[in-house]
């Protein structure tokens, strides 16, 4: 199914996404709130971090979403004992050409699920800051750039299981959307269990578009208006967050530039052509919550995670929504 421009009428587009929704939905069973964030995060050409317990289907969507459009597709375990060569690639000399040449990484990919990532060190981790803000990687002294679409979908399980590294907030910034999967309902448990020949298999979903289709979708995302006030909306919240006592970092510039976008997408896949309010106010946990880190003076029993959202949350409650 092709997208070629951003004139496409409402109907193809509520066509075009209620097929990749709907490709996803067959093997990602009850997490429906799941796969609207990934998809926002893929057509505002950004990176989701799936984080939760083992077994609740972080991998399986993202080799759902790379499944979902033909394209290309790398995955990457990380260990402990991997290096950055082993990401990005290596210059190795041939013998015959008497030259070194670049041999490229499994980073060389559209999607790159990086398969628990909290499990490899920081250096090893600072490999993909290049490659995910500037869709390029530098190896001696020369610059590669990568294919588009490029995007990165990383698993992680809590920081507090054996064998992890918490992700420094740089690498944090990077991600647009942070999601988290949590249990299924019984009633969606329990039909993962009729069915579980397919349930934890990303590669049974069929694609629906081509790489080029979502580079369409993307630049159209990029085109659906933002209101000033809207704008205003956002950086009263941003605003809060870098003044309030219990932060102690608040949200970056960069972090305001992926709410907008992820605003657009949003809007993008409910068929309008302009952001509403409600976009912005529902993306502030997902796009904010793991920019901001949570002052140690006001630390409780409650997981970190947990204290940025509610802290965020209270800021969104008491900002005065545009009319």
């Known amino acids: 199914m092709k997208v070629p421009d951003t004139t496409m009428s409402s109907a193809a587009t509520s066509s075009t996404i209620s097929q990749l929704q709907g490709a996803i939905a067959r093997v990602i069973r009850g997490k429906d709130d799941a796969i609207e964030l990934a998809l926002v995060a893929l057509l505002a050409r950004g990176h989701l971090l799936i984080e939760d317990v083992p ?167 990029a085109s659906v208006r933002v209101d000033e006030s809207l704008l205003d909306y956002a950086l009263e919240i941003v605003e809060k967050t870098r003044q309030n006592e219990r932060l102690i970092l608040g949200v970056s510039p960069r972090g305001s530039l992926m709410l907008q976008r992820a605003a657009q997408a949003r809007a993008f896949i409910e068929g309008r052509d302009f952001c509403l309010p409600d976009d912005f106010k529902q993306l502030v946990l997902p796009v904010f919550a793991h920019r901001v880190v949570v002052n140690a003076r006001y630390a409780t029993t409650q997981k970190k995670t947990s204290q940025a959202e509610s802290i965020l949350a209270e800021i969104v409650e008491s900002t005065p929504v545009p009319l």
């Open 55 to 221: 077994g609740v289907g972080k991998t399986t969507l993202a080799q759902a979403l790379a499944h979902s459009f033909h394209c290309s597709f790398q995955r990457i375990q990380f260990t402990s004992d991997m290096l950055p060569s082993d990401v990005v690639g290596i210059s190795v000399f041939n013998q015959i050409e008497q030259q070194f040449e670049f041999k490229p990484g499994p980073i060389f990919a559209n999607i790159v699920l990086a398969d628990e990532i909290n499990r490899t060190t920081p250096k090893t981790q600072s490999a993909l800051l290049e490659a995910m803000n500037e869709a390029q990687v530098t190896v001696d002294a020369h610059t590669h750039p990568l294919p588009r679409p490029f995007m990165v979908l990383a698993t992680q399980n809590p920081i507090e299981h054996h064998g992890t590294y918490p992700l420094p907030e740089s690498q944090m910034d990077r991600f647009l959307i942070r999601i988290r999967m949590g249990y299924p309902s019984r009633e969606t448990e329990k039909e993962i269990l009729r069915s579980q020949a397919n349930a934890h298999s990303g590669e049974g979903v069929q694609p629906v578009m081509e790489a080029s289709d979502v580079l369409a979708m993307q630049q159209a995302a």
